[in-house]
C-alpha cells in the first residue's frame, strides 16, 4: 500500500501512473480512501473516468474489477448465479449412485461450490487483496439494480439467502461512473463522495496530451490542444473529449505531420467528431481555414 | 458548537433550501473530512464540500455559486477566527417562512434559473391579460375512470428458449426435490417493463382550446402510474409532470395556470424543439416515444426545424404529432411548419379525448 497520507500524495501517485488528476478530484480520492466511500464519477464521455479507476488499480497494486452496466443487468449476473447445470447434474448422480438420495437435501445443493461467482461477489470475497470495483456506466442499469447496489454501497455486504450475510474482510475502493444520461437515485449517491468531472483547462489538457503522447512535436502539441479547446467553444452536438485530443494527436502522429494545414485538421477531422451534422457544420462554415488562421496568428514563430 | 460547524451549518441550511438533501450527518461527515485534508483554505474546503454534499450537476452548479458567496464572507480572514458579520444579521424566524435564504434577490434570481424543473428558453412571457383571459376558462372536463391499454414494451431477455419462452430453473429444481423427480418444466412470466413517453404539449393561443381535455388525459395517465413525463410549451419550454402530484384534479388544473407563465402565448415550435433536445439528449433513451401535441402552427421561419427533428427521431423509438385538427373537413396541413412535421412524424388525429384513447392505445 503506497503512502497516501496527503492530498499530494495521491496527486503525485496518480501522475506517477500516468494520470494527471487535479486538486479537487485528488481530494474527492483522498476522502474516499480514508472515509471507506465510493467514489461517483460523472460527467460528459471522455473526459476519464473510468481511467481513474484503471489509475486507482495501478497505485494501490490491486487487481481491477468492471462491472459494466447495460439496460436488464440482475443480481444474478452482476452479484453471483447458482450453477443449476451443476445442481441438476449432482442429483442426478445421486440418484444413479449407490447411496439413497436421503444424503441429498437442499443445503447439500446451496454450497459454495454450486455458486457461479460474478464480479460483485469476487470484489467483495477477492482471493487475493481488495480490488478496485469499477462499476462503469450505472446510468445505463435500471432502478431495481439501483436499488440492489445499496446494501453493498454502505455496508460492504451481500445477503444470500441460502448462504446469509456475506461481509468483505477488505473494503474494496470502488469507483461509480455515470455518463448523466439519467440522474441515479439520491439514495445512491448520498452513500458516495460525488466528483463532476469537467473537461480539463488548456494547461491541464497540453500537459496529458504532452505525457500520453510523448512522440509529438511540441509546437503541434500546442495546436492540437487549442484547436481541440476551440472547438469545444463551438455548438457541436458532441464535443470532442480528452479522449479524443489524444486519438488525434496519436492520429497526427502516425500521419508523420509536422503543422497543422487546413487539409489535414479536414481530413483527420473524424477522429475528433463523431456526428455527420457536427462534420458538417465546421466544415460548411468555413470554421477550418478560420481556426488554423487564428492558431497561425498565435504562433509566434509565422511572421 | 465550533465557529467552522456553526459556519458550515448556516450553508447547509441555506443549501437546503435550493433543494439539497443535507442531514446531520452531512455535516459530521463534511467536519471529520475537513480534519482529515488538514486544508482549511477557501479552495479546499469547496472540494471537501463538494463531494460530500453536492450529487448531481445541477447541485454542483448551485453549489459553486452559493459557495462563492459563502466564501465571500470570509474574505481576508482566516475561516475559523470568528463568527461570519452577516450571521447575527439572519432575520429573525417567522413562523410562516420557512426557507431560510441568505443570499440576495440578485442572485436568488440568478440562482433560480438553475432549478431543474423549468428551462427558461427567451425572455418573452404572455402578457398578464393573456394569463387572465386563460384563467378565467374553467372548462375543466370531469375526469371520468377510463381504463387506458399499458404502455408497455418486451423486457430484457436474458437466456434464449425454445419456442419463445424461458426456463425458470429455480423453480424446476425446487418442486423436482420437493416432487422427488424431474418431471415438468416451469418457465418464467414475461417481465412487462413501462416504455418512457414524452410529451411535447403546446399551450399557446391556438391550442387553448383543448388545454383542459388534453389536461385530463395526462393527469389520468400519471395517476394509473404511466411513465410520462409532460413537457408545456408556447414561448418557453416547461416541466410540467411534477406539478401534477396534486391528488385533487381540479387544484392541479387551477396550479398550471399558476405555474405557467405562457399559457396561451405565441408558438415557438423551433426554439422549443431545439431547447428540448440540447437539454433532454442525454436523457433520451432508444426506447422512449416521443408525442408532439401542437396544430403545426409556428410562428418562426423553421430554419432549423428540419435537422431538429431528424435529430430527435433518430434519438427515440417513435416519434409522433397529434393533431387535434387532423382529418376534420376542410382541414388541409398547410404552413411550413406543418409539413415539415408531416414529413417526419407519423401524424394522429387528437382532437378529442376518444381519439388521444385511441392514439395512445396504438402506441401501447
Same mark, same amino acid.
Given at each position: 500500500?503506497p ?18 488528476a ?53 443480481r444474478?449476473?452482476?452479484l453471483?448465479e ?19 438420495s436421503?444424503?441429498l437435501?437442499?443445503?447439500s445443493?446451496y ?36 436499488a ?20 468483505a ?9 455515470s ?6 437515485h ?7 463522495i ?23 512535436d ?14 469545444r ?13 489524444l486519438?488525434?494527436a496519436h492520429?497526427?502522429?502516425a500521419?508523420?505531420t509536422e ?9 483527420t477531422?473524424?477522429?475528433?467528431l ?6 458538417n ?5 468555413n ?17 | ?7 458550515l ?15 446531520v ?10 480534519? $482529515? ?6 479552495? #479546499?474546503?469547496?472540494? !471537501? ?5 453536492v450529487? *448531481? ?42 426557507? !431560510? ?30 394569463v387572465?383571459?386563460?384563467? +378565467? ?17 418486451? #423486457?430484457?431477455?436474458?437466456r434464449?428458449?425454445?419456442?419463445g419462452?424461458?426456463?425458470n ?8 426435490? *420437493? ?6 418444466w ?11 413517453? !414524452? ?13 383542459p ?7 389520468? $395517465?400519471?395517476?394509473? #402510474?404511466?411513465?410520462?413525463? !409532460?413537457?408545456?410549451? *408556447? ?5 410540467l +409532470?411534477?406539478?401534477?402530484?396534486h ?8 396550479e ?11 408558438t ?7 431547447t428540448?433536445?440540447?437539454? +433532454? ?14 396544430? #403545426?402552427?409556428?410562428?418562426g421561419d ?5 435537422a ?39 401524424v ?7 381519439n388521444? $384513447? ?7
Amino acid at each position: 500500500m503506497p503512502n497516501l497520507e496527503r492530498i499530494e500524495d495521491v496527486m503525485w501517485q496518480l501522475s506517477q501512473k500516468q494520470y494527471l488528476a487535479d486538486r479537487s478530484l485528488a481530494t474527492a480520492i483522498f476522502l474516499c480512501l480514508k472515509l471507506e466511500r465510493p467514489l461517483f464519477l460523472e460527467g460528459e464521455p471522455g473526459v476519464g473516468k473510468t481511467a481513474v479507476a484503471q489509475a486507482m488499480a495501478q497505485v494501490l497494486n490491486v487487481p481491477l474489477i468492471r462491472l459494466q452496466c447495460y439496460e436488464g443487468i440482475d443480481r444474478e449476473s452482476a452479484l453471483y448465479e447458482w450453477n443449476y447445470p451443476k445442481q441438476l447434474l449432482a442429483i442426478r448422480l445421486y440418484e444413479s449412485s449407490s447411496e439413497h438420495s436421503r444424503a441429498l437435501n437442499q443445503e447439500s445443493l446451496y454450497q459454495a461450490e454450486f455458486l457461479l461467482k460474478r464480479p460483485l461477489f469476487e470484489a467483495l470475497m477477492p482471493e487475493g487483496p481488495a480490488p478496485v470495483l469499477l462499476i462503469d456506466e450505472i446510468d445505463r442499469s435500471d432502478d431495481e439494480f439501483e436499488a440492489f447496489l445499496l446494501e453493498i454501497l454502505s455496508e460492504f455486504q451481500i445477503s444470500i439467502p441460502e448462504l446469509g450475510t456475506i461481509r468483505a474482510q477488505e473494503k474494496p475502493f470502488i469507483v461509480l461512473t455515470s455518463n448523466r444520461t439519467r440522474d441515479v437515485h439520491d439514495a445512491l449517491k448520498r452513500r458516495c463522495i460525488y466528483h463532476w468531472l469537467d473537461y480539463p483547462s488548456f494547461g491541464r489538457e497540453l500537459e496529458i496530451v504532452e505525457l500520453k503522447v510523448p512522440g509529438l512535436d511540441q509546437q503541434l502539441r500546442r495546436d492540437v490542444v487549442q484547436l481541440v479547446q476551440r472547438l469545444r467553444q463551438e455548438p457541436l452536438d458532441k464535443k470532442p473529449g480528452v479522449a479524443e485530443a489524444l486519438d488525434w494527436a496519436h492520429a497526427l502522429e502516425a500521419l508523420m505531420t509536422e503543422r497543422l494545414s487546413p487539409e489535414v485538421f479536414a481530413d483527420t477531422l473524424g477522429v475528433l467528431l463523431k456526428d455527420r451534422e457536427d462534420i458538417n457544420r465546421v466544415q460548411e462554415g468555413n470554421l477550418i481555414a478560420q481556426m488554423i488562421k487564428e492558431l497561425e496568428s498565435d504562433d509566434p514563430t509565422v511572421s | 458548537m465550533t465557529l467552522l460547524s456553526r459556519n458550515l451549518w448556516v450553508l447547509a441550511r441555506s443549501l437546503r433550501s435550493w433543494g439539497f438533501t443535507l442531514s446531520v450527518a452531512d455535516l459530521k461527515d463534511a467536519q471529520s473530512a475537513l480534519l $482529515l485534508t488538514k486544508d482549511y483554505s477557501f479552495s #479546499g474546503v469547496h472540494d !471537501v464540500l463538494e463531494g460530500l454534499w453536492v450529487r *448531481s450537476y445541477d447541485q454542483k452548479c448551485i453549489f459553486d455559486k452559493a459557495f462563492a458567496l459563502w466564501a465571500r464572507e470570509f474574505m481576508g480572514e482566516p475561516l475559523m477566527i470568528k463568527p461570519p458579520s452577516w450571521f447575527s444579521q439572519l432575520p429573525k424566524k417567522i413562523k410562516t417562512q420557512r426557507r !431560510v435564504v441568505w443570499v440576495s434577490k440578485e442572485e436568488t434570481k440568478k440562482m433560480a434559473t438553475q432549478a431543474q424543473e423549468t428551462l427558461w428558453t427567451s425572455t418573452h412571457t404572455a402578457s398578464s391579460e393573456e394569463v387572465l383571459s386563460d384563467q +378565467s376558462d374553467t372548462g375543466m372536463p370531469a375526469l371520468h375512470f377510463w381504463q387506458s391499454p399499458r404502455h408497455y414494451r418486451h #423486457g430484457y431477455r436474458k437466456r434464449p428458449a425454445q419456442k419463445g419462452r424461458i426456463w425458470n430453473v429455480p423453480k424446476t429444481l425446487r418442486k423436482s426435490l *420437493s416432487s422427488g423427480e424431474l418431471i415438468k418444466w416451469y418457465y418464467s412470466a414475461r417481465r412487462p417493463r413501462w416504455r418512457p413517453t !414524452v410529451f411535447l404539449w403546446d399551450v399557446s393561443q391556438s391550442m387553448a382550446p383543448f388545454i383542459p381535455m388534453f389536461f385530463g388525459f395526462f393527469y389520468r $395517465l400519471s395517476e394509473i #402510474g404511466e411513465r410520462v413525463d !409532460v413537457w408545456g410549451f *408556447s414561448t418557453q419550454l416547461t416541466h410540467l +409532470s411534477p406539478r401534477w402530484r396534486h391528488p385533487n384534479p381540479l387544484l392541479a388544473y387551477q396550479e398550471l395556470f399558476r405555474q405557467v407563465p405562457d399559457l396561451g402565448g405565441g408558438t415557438r415550435l423551433e426554439h422549443t424543439l431545439l431547447t428540448f433536445y440540447s437539454q +433532454s439528449k442525454p436523457r433520451l433513451k432508444h426506447a422512449t416515444d416521443i408525442i408532439l401535441i401542437t396544430d #403545426g402552427y409556428e410562428s418562426g421561419d423553421c430554419a432549423e426545424l428540419e435537422a431538429v427533428l431528424s435529430r430527435i427521431r433518430r434519438h427515440c423509438h417513435r416519434l409522433n404529432w397529434w393533431n387535434p385538427w387532423y382529418l376534420t373537413p376542410q382541414y388541409e396541413i398547410a404552413t411550413k411548419a406543418g409539413k415539415i412535421l408531416r414529413h417526419y412524424c407519423s401524424v394522429q388525429k387528437a382532437g378529442t379525448i376518444e381519439n388521444c $384513447l385511441h392514439a395512445w392505445s396504438q402506441l401501447a
